[in-house]
């Protein structure tokens, strides 16, 4: 009866409601219209343009711009925390054992072990490193959390420096993904050997374009030397992929997370130094 009643309510009142839809017909079309010029224009204006460009251009506070780059994170073998010098020899030390270490970070200093994206495959690297007496624990480390910060009349920083560093950002990102491992053997890995190489050229690129942005910086400003040292650690991961890509050993599988890792870490002091 409800359903019926309904159908004979419609009835008496086409006319009402032809009227009403009308008037709804055009007001939706004056709204569609505006919306979608809002939109239209916003596509257009970021549509040719990567993330990290947009980015750039996007973010602008009190006469400052904000990089803002895809977060993610990397698990690593810390070991100890100590001063500068006892790192040292502690990093020597694991050298000497056949396991290469960075030391990282601002005081207290720590040692470093390992650049993967899980944090299973480091507990046999852990237990390895527990039994030459040291403290050792896997933790997780994040990148991007911390923003590159620039004056909003900065040119040089908007754009050289900040697309170089969101092209190294995207290099360390496609490198944490291949390394699920310590070990060549490890299940899968052997299939992603031919991008390691493509890798590597990347970073030479970086490289060569890191370098002539820092030779293009003034003597006097602190991000020459800070863009220069970038450029090295990406030289060196560049050469260290180039060598495992050349001899399939799990040393040099550690070796080329190491020169990651060291990247990584000069990376977040970057940017961390900006804030």
């Not at 596509?43 to 990089?67: D, F, S, W």
């Not at 270490?101 to 495959?121: D, H, T």
């Amino acid at each position: 009866m409800f359903f019926l009643r309904i159908i004979y309510q419609r009835k008496k009142r086409t006319v009402t409601v032809i009227a009403l839809i009308a008037v709804m017909l055009f007001v939706s079309l004056c709204c569609g219209q505006v919306l979608g010029r809002y939109l239209l224009n916003k596509m257009v204006g970021a549509g040719n343009k990567n993330p990290a460009e947009t980015e750039v251009t996007g973010r602008q506070t009190a006469g400052r711009k904000v990089l803002r780059l895809e977060q993610f994170c990397y698990y690593t073998v810390k070991v100890g925390c100590e001063d500068y010098e006892k790192s040292l020899e502690l990093g020597n030390a694991l050298a000497r054992e056949g396991i290469p270490a960075v030391v990282a970070g601002k005081p207290p200093w720590c040692v470093m072990v390992g650049f993967l994206n899980n944090e299973e495959n480091l507990a046999l690297l852990a237990g390895k490193i527990r039994a030459l007496g040291c403290e050792a624990s896997v933790i997780r480390v994040g990148v991007n959390d911390v923003f590159f910060k620039f004056d909003a009349s900065d040119k040089k920083a908007a754009e050289e420096i900040a697309p170089f560093l969101a092209k190294l950002s995207v290099s360390l990102h496609k490198g944490l993904l291949l390394y699920n491992g310590t070990s060549v053997k490890e299940e899968g890995l052997a299939d992603f050997k031919p991008k390691f190489a493509v890798l590597a050229q990347e970073l030479s690129a970086m490289t060569a374009k890191g370098r002539a942005i820092g030779s293009g910086l003034a003597s006097g400003d602190m991000r020459r030397e800070a863009i220069n040292r970038l450029a090295g650690y990406c030289e060196e991961w560049a050469q260290s992929l180039q060598e495992l890509n050349n001899g399939w050993s799990d040393g040099s599988l550690l070796l080329s997370q190491q020169r990651a890792l060291a990247l990584a870490e000069e990376y977040k002091r970057f940017l961390s130094d900006t804030n």
